[in-house]
């Protein structure tokens, strides 16, 4: 398990790289260049330069999270290929660095959706909170104001420039179904999956968050179904997913555990959060502590020890805690309890592991 924190960037984060590599066992970043528009071209010299800045604190950015996908390329527009192609230029410079993995997402027009960034938990830390009636009864516009406007930082997946033409965008998928979405990406992957393995850079899509359909906008990275389907698509090592248990896990019909053990070979990066759920169908994010949450957060980072897991892990979000003041769900605090909860379950499996092995040792001594 190769621990890794995401970080925004100088000027963009609360979190500084000095602290971050003081959290035990976290040996890289998760980053982007978050001022890129989707569809852009990352220069050669902008990468090179995140990389000479992380290894000052000798942190590797084998991560990236996210290369944007434009919408032309969800939507199954004329002028897709100028777009693919400028994303497989992207792909190339960054392995000049030696990024191994790209998480992406194939949502169209939102990415993540939250109702308040800062929702009262008992303990009155505050975290990610999703009310479902006020959703269903939300204008789009009213959620953008809500979330791309924090005063602090913008918010990944909420880029202004990214909503400029929202109306534009929602009448565009106005006839698109989650099989034009599903043709869609499929003939994404199928131009940059070949790129992926001569550069030795790996695909990893990240589910819908929350995994269903909002606003009348398909969705198609759901369930577990949803996730088998897409890795079929290019039946190559290098199209795989980033499994975040907080993004699936609001589903109840999704089994976090039972998916790690199918998808195994196809898993390259492990988002791993916790989520209290109500039965009216709310949700607030937690701390990563299995007994604060509705998942079974031992019993996935068990999953991972025992498929024998090598790819990357990062805390995903956390709730504000001890008077932060950081971009919502990403400050320094909740994510660094949640990585020595996530590497002290690792190391109790590793340790069971290996006393099970002495154990059947001395049975075979003691019959010899």
């Known amino acids: 398990m190769n621990m890794v924190f995401r970080w925004f960037g100088e000027g963009n984060d609360s979190v500084t790289l000095s602290q971050i590599r003081q959290i035990p066992g976290v ?15 990352w220069p050669l010299e902008r990468i090179q330069e995140c990389r000479r800045i992380a290894d000052k604190y ?24 100028v777009y693919i ?18 998480c992406y997402n194939f949502m169209p027009v939102f990415d993540w959706i939250r109702t308040d960034l800062f929702g009262t938990l008992p303990d009155k830390s505050t975290a990610l909170f999703y009310e479902k009636a006020k959703v ?28 400029e033409a929202l109306k534009e965008l929602f009448e565009a998928y106005l006839t698109v179904t989650t099989e034009d979405l599903m043709a869609n990406l499929q003939y994404f992957l199928e131009r940059v ?5 001569e550069y030795d850079v790996k695909m990893a899509i990240h589910p819908d968050d929350p995994p ?23 039946d190559s090592h290098y199209n795989g997913i980033t499994l975040c248990s907080g993004a699936l896990g609001v589903r109840k019909d999704n089994n976090i555990v039972e998916m790690i053990y199918e998808l195994k070979d196809r898993i390259h990066f492990a988002h791993i959060r916790n989520v209290k759920l109500f039965n009216n169908g709310d949700f607030i994010e937690t701390s990563h502590y299995t007994a604060d949450g509705s998942l079974p957060i031992d019993k996935i980072v068990k999953a991972y020890h025992e498929i024998g897991y090598r790819g990357y892990v990062r805390p995903d979000h956390g709730r504000h805690i001890w008077d932060e003041v950081c971009r919502p769900g990403y400050g320094l605090y ?6 020595m909860y996530l590497s002290g379950l690792w190391d109790a499996y590793q340790l069971s592991e290996r006393v099970g092995e002495t154990d059947v040792t001395n049975k075979h001594k003691l019959k010899g």
């Open 27 to 41: 040996k890289g970043l998760v980053w982007a260049l978050h001022d890129i528009p989707a569809g852009d071209i």
């Open 58 to 81: 000798h942190l590797h950015l084998k991560v990236v999270e996210s290369v944007n996908i434009h919408e032309s390329i969800k939507l199954g527009s004329p002028d897709r290929d």
């Open 85 to 102: 192609a400028n994303y497989i230029q992207t792909i190339k410079n960054l392995s000049t660095i030696g990024v191994k993995v790209i």
């Open 136 to 163: 269903e009864n939300m204008d789009p516009i009213e959620l953008v104001n809500r979330i791309a406007t924090n005063p602090e930082y913008t918010m990944p997946g909420w880029e202004p420039e990214r909503l």
């Open 193 to 197: 999956i070949p790129v992926c393995e």
């Open 212 to 234: 269903w359909e909002m606003f009348g906008l398909p969705r198609i990275v759901t369930t577990k179904e949803r996730l088998l389907e897409i890795t079929s698509l290019v």
């Open 334 to 339: 909740d994510r660094a309890l949640g990585v």
